[in-house]
C-alpha cells in the first residue's frame, strides 16, 4: 500500500512539475508574441514622426530587421530557453521606451533637439546590441524549426517596402542555425532574384545579406548551401551597378576558395561570377592577390584532377582574358604555359569555349611581337585555320568570324605567317567564304583578302593560283559601297603580280565586268581611282592593252579624260604612247 501511495506521490509531483514547465513555456510564447506585436505597432507609428527622419529610417530598419528574427524564433521549439528570453525581455523593455520617445517625436513634446538626438543614438545603439545577441543564439545552433509561416512572395508590381520584407524574412531565415532552413531561404532568394531582377536592388541596399552569403561560400560546409550561395552570387554580379557592393563585403577570396575546393557546380558559378567581376581591370590584382589566376589556369588545363567541363571551363577562360590586359599578369600567364593550354582549348565542341580561346589569344598576343611568334611556334596558327575547315559542322558563323578575325590580327606582321597560313591550307577556306559565306563571314573574308595579298607577294600568286580574282570582280557590281571598295582594293593588289595579270586578262568575263564600270550608266561605279589602278596594270600586258584599245568602253574612258580626270589622261596616255610604239614596230621590221 505505501509503494502505491509512493507511486501516485511521484506521479503526482511529475504532473505538477510538467504543467509548470508548461506554464512557462505557453509564458515565454506569449511575451515573445505580445514583444513582435509591440515591435510591429512601433514600426507603423514611426512613419507618422516627421522630425529626425534619417534617425528614425534607420531605427525602422532595425526595428524590421530585429522583428523577422523574432518571428522566426517564434517558429522554433526553444522560445523557451533561458537566454533567449532573457534577450526577448531586454528587447522587449527598449520597445517600451522606442514607444515612448516615438510618441514624444511625434506630439513635439521633448525637451530639447540635441537631448533627442541623443536619445535616439542610445536607442539605435541599444537594437544593435539586441540584434547581435540574437544573432549569437542563431548561430549557437539550440534553435530547432517547428513550423514554418513562410512570407509568401508579393507578385509581380508589387511596393519596394513589401520586397524588402520579404527580402529582411529571407535573410533572417538564413541566419538560422538549421541547415534545412538556410537551404529553403537560399533557395527562395535564388528564385526571386532571377524571376524579377528589381529584388537584386533590395538586396544590395540591405548589404548584410551579401556579407552572410560571403560567408556561406567560405566557412559551410553544406555542399547545397555553398552551391546555392554561389548562384545567388552569379546572379547579382551580372548587374554592373552592384558589382562594387560586392567586392566592398570581399567576394573574391570565397569565390576563389570554392573555385579551388568546391563541388562543380559550386566551381561553375564561381567562375561566372570571377569572370564579370574581371570585366573591371581593377579587380584583376585581387584576385591575382588571393591565387585567383593559378586556380583559374589550373581549371583550365584540367590541372585541378578534374574533367574539363565547358559550362566550367567557359567562363573561367573568359575571367583569364579579362586579365591579359594586365602586363604582370600575362606574364606570369605565359610563364605557366597558358598558350599551348588555350591552342588546344580551340579545338573544344562548345561554341562559347572556343570563342573565349581564340579571343584569349588574340588579346594576350596583340601588341606584342614575341608573343604572336610563341603562338605561331606553338601550332596556333594551324588551330586558326583547323577551326575554319568547311569539314567542321559543328563550326558556327560566329566561331568563324572569330576566328577570322584573330588571324587578321595576328598573322600578317611578317612573311613567315603568312607562309604558315598557306601551308596549312588558308587561302582555300578564304576562296571558300567568299563563294558560299554568309554577309558578314564574306565581308570579313574580303578584308582578310586585302590584307593578305598586300603583304606578301607568295599570297597574291597563291590566291593567283586558287583564281580569287574571279570571284573578286564578281564583288565589283555589289549594292554595298564598302565591299566594291575592298574587292577593288585587293584585286588592284592583285594584278601587280605578271602572273595574275595574264590570267586575268584571259578571262574575257573578268575584262568585260571591270570595263563595264566605266559605264556612265552604272549606279554601283564605285572608287574609280582603284579601277584605273588595276587597269593601269593591266595595261603592262600586251593583250590587256589590246582589250582595253578594243572594248566599246574606251570612249567612256576618254571622255572622263577629256573631263579632265587625271587618272583617265594618264591611262589614255598610256594606251596611246604603246599604240604610237606598235605602229613604229612595225613599220621598222
Known amino acids: 500500500m505505501r509503494a502505491t501511495m509512493g507511486k501516485e506521490k511521484k506521479q503526482g509531483a511529475k504532473e505538477t512539475e510538467q504543467s509548470q514547465n508548461s506554464s512557462e513555456s505557453s509564458s515565454g510564447e506569449s511575451s515573445l508574441r505580445r ?51 532573457g534577450i526577448v525581455s531586454g528587447i522587449c523593455q527598449t520597445v517600451n521606451e522606442c514607444h515612448e520617445i516615438a510618441r514624444r517625436c511625434v506630439n513635439l513634446s521633448y525637451s530639447g533637439k540635441l537631448l533627442m538626438q541623443s536619445d535616439l543614438d542610445i536607442l539605435s545603439a541599444r537594437l544593435d546590441l539586441h540584434a547581435r545577441n540574437l544573432s549569437e543564439v542563431y548561430n549557437a545552433g539550440v534553435l530547432t524549426r517547428r513550423f514554418a509561416i513562410v512570407v509568401l512572395r508579393p507578385g509581380n508590381g508589387a511596393c519596394r517596402d513589401d520586397m524588402r520584407f520579404y527580402i529582411r524574412d529571407v535573410m533572417t531565415r538564413m541566419k538560422i542555425g538549421n541547415a534545412e532552413m538556410k537551404r529553403q531561404a537560399l533557395l527562395n532568394l535564388h528564385e526571386a532574384l532571377v524571376e524579377d ?5 533590395v538586396v544590395v541596399e540591405l548589404s548584410e545579406i551579401v556579407h552572410v552569403l560571403a560567408s556561406f561560400l567560405d566557412f559551410s560546409h553544406d555542399v547545397q548551401i555553398q552551391e546555392l550561395s554561389a548562384k545567388i552570387v552569379s546572379v547579382i554580379s551580372g548587374f554592373g551597378s552592384c558589382k562594387v557592393v560586392l567586392i566592398g563585403a570581399g567576394i573574391i577570396a570565397p569565390l576563389i576558395r570554392v573555385l579551388e575546393c568546391g563541388s562543380v557546380v559550386g566551381k561553375e558559378e564561381a567562375a561566372k ?25 589550373k581549371l583550365c588545363s584540367g590541372g585541378d584532377g578534374s574533367e574539363i567541363r565547358a559550362e566550367l571551363v567557359g567562363p573561367a577562360c573568359g575571367a583569364l582574358k579579362n586579365l591579359v590586359g594586365i602586363e604582370e599578369i600575362k606574364r606570369f600567364m605565359v610563364e605557366e604555359g597558358v598558350i599551348s593550354t588555350f591552342i588546344g582549348l580551340t579545338r573544344s565542341k562548345d561554341e562559347v569555349l ?50 577570322l578575325r584573330a588571324i587578321e590580327n595576328l598573322c600578317f606582321r611578317n612573311a613567315n605567317s603568312i607562309s604558315l597560313l598557306i601551308k596549312y591550307g588558308f587561302v582555300d577556306q578564304l576562296m571558300f567564304f567568299l563563294q558560299n559565306g554568309e554577309v558578314s563571314i564574306q565581308e570579313l573574308a574580303l578584308k582578310v583578302s586585302i590584307r ?138
Open 273 to 297: 561570377s570571377l569572370q564579370r567581376l574581371t570585366e573591371n581591370s581593377d579587380n584583376g590584382w585581387s584576385i591575382s592577390a588571393h591565387g585567383g589566376v593559378t586556380a583559374l589556369l
Open 452 to 589: 593578305m595579298c598586300g603583304k606578301s607577294e607568295e599570297a597574291k600568286k597563291a590566291m593567283g593560283d586558287a583564281n580569287f580574282m574571279t570571284e573578286l570582280v564578281k564583288f565589283l557590281d555589289s549594292k554595298s559601297f564598302e565591299v566594291r571598295e575592298m574587292a577593288a582594293e585587293a584585286l588592284s593588289n592583285m594584278v601587280t603580280v605578271p602572273k595574275n595579270r595574264k590570267r586575268f586578262v584571259q578571262d574575257d568575263r573578268n575584262m568585260c565586268l571591270l570595263l563595264q564600270r566605266f559605264d556612265p550608266k552604272q549606279v554601283n561605279s564605285g572608287n574609280k581611282k582603284l579601277l584605273f589602278s588595276i587597269l593601269m596594270s593591266l595595261t603592262s600586258c600586251n593583250s590587256g592593252r589590246r582589250k582595253i584599245a578594243h572594248s566599246g568602253y574606251l570612249k567612256n574612258i576618254e571622255k572622263l579624260a577629256e573631263d579632265e580626270v587625271s587618272d583617265a589622261k594618264k591611262l589614255v596616255k598610256k594606251l596611246s604612247t604603246n599604240r604610237f610604239r606598235s605602229m613604229l614596230s612595225g613599220i621598222w621590221h
Open 35 to 85: 514583444t513582435i506585436e509591440s515591435i510591429t505597432s512601433l514600426i507603423s507609428l514611426s512613419y507618422s514622426i516627421k522630425i529626425f527622419a534619417a534617425k528614425w529610417k534607420t531605427i525602422r530598419t532595425k526595428l524590421e530587421d530585429l522583428n523577422s528574427g523574432l518571428e522566426a524564433v517564434e517558429n522554433c521549439e526553444a522560445s523557451e530557453n533561458a537566454v533567449l528570453s
Open 197 to 201: 531582377d528589381k529584388y537584386v536592388k
Open 354 to 403: 572556343q570563342i573565349n580561346s581564340i579571343e584569349f589569344l588574340q588579346n594576350i598576343a596583340s601588341g606584342d611581337e614575341a608573343i604572336r611568334v610563341m603562338v605561331a611556334k606553338e601550332g596556333g596558327i594551324q588551330a586558326l585555320v583547323r577551326v575554319l575547315t568547311t569539314r567542321s559542322a559543328a563550326c558556327s558563323c560566329k566561331v568563324r568570324e572569330t576566328a
